[in-house]
């Protein structure tokens, strides 16, 4: 099996944000992930920043991987969609700039049945910034945990071809009480980016908790091993978002994914 490369969330490490991109290097992270609305953000970039941001990674020898936009309500919710959706395709164009050509977000709440003003909504959104990323060379890849694979896989095959990936992210999977590996089953042909997360059910307190990788319900090797008969490229993103010290949690996890 060839080197998978593993990338850092600079945002989780919660650091001004070239610390954090010299702290991911000094880990030893192959690939970084950027939040598009931050400090480093799309809105805030010049063109003589965007440079500096190229050279900068450069001499890292680092590249990003990926672009997170996050939105407060998904796309399916006709309130302000229009602001979301122009956000959604100016990240897309942030995201080819950086050579990364991945957009990642919560798409929303995906209806049981596809029907309804709800879904017909949802598919007229995605469908409209999937035409819009063929154009500039990027994929808004939805990230996995509010409905199973099977669902998020229904949706897809809903929308015109190449307008959604998926951010599988099984950690959050499940958290939210779902099977990661029944999820990947349906989902492996379109996934495009990996957030590397962990997590177990604490049915005492009937909900989720995010655990170190290795120390929860996730069976990484056969994640892996999906992927790459997938022939699943991307990279590995460490992403821990309940940590109390998210520096020494996500060198742990860089760790561990490299013995894998």
Known sequence: ??????????????????????????????????????????????????????????????????????????????DQLDERIDGTKLAMRFAFELGARIVVNQIGRIPDEPQGPEWSTL??????????????????????????????????????AGSLGV?????????HGFSASSSLASLSQHVIHVHARDAFRDLARGRGVEASLGEGSVDFVELLGVLEERGYRGCFCVAPQ???DPVRDTREAIRFLREL
Not at 16 to 33: S, Y
Not at 140 to 147: F, Q
């Open 167 to 175: 951010t599988f992210d099984p950690g959050n999977l499940i958290m």
């Open 1 to 78: 099996m060839p080197k998978t490369p593993v990338a850092v969330q600079l945002a989780s490490l919660r650091l001004p944000f070239i610390k954090a991109l010299h702290t991911a290097a000094e880990l030893g992270a192959d690939a970084v992930e950027i939040d598009a609305r931050g400090e480093c953000g799309y809105r805030n970039l010049s063109r003589t920043g965007l440079r500096q941001l190229r050279k900068t990674l450069n001499d890292l020898n680092m590249r990003v991987c990926a672009v997170t936009y996050r939105t407060r309500r998904g796309y399916h919710v006709t």
């Open 242 to 244: 309940q940590s109390e």
């Open 123 to 160: 598919v007229e959104s995605l469908s409209e910034i999937g035409q819009q990323g063929q154009r500039l060379g990027a994929t808004l890849a939805a990230v996995t945990g509010g409905e199973d694979g099977a669902s998020l896989a229904k949706l897809i095959d809903a929308l015109p």
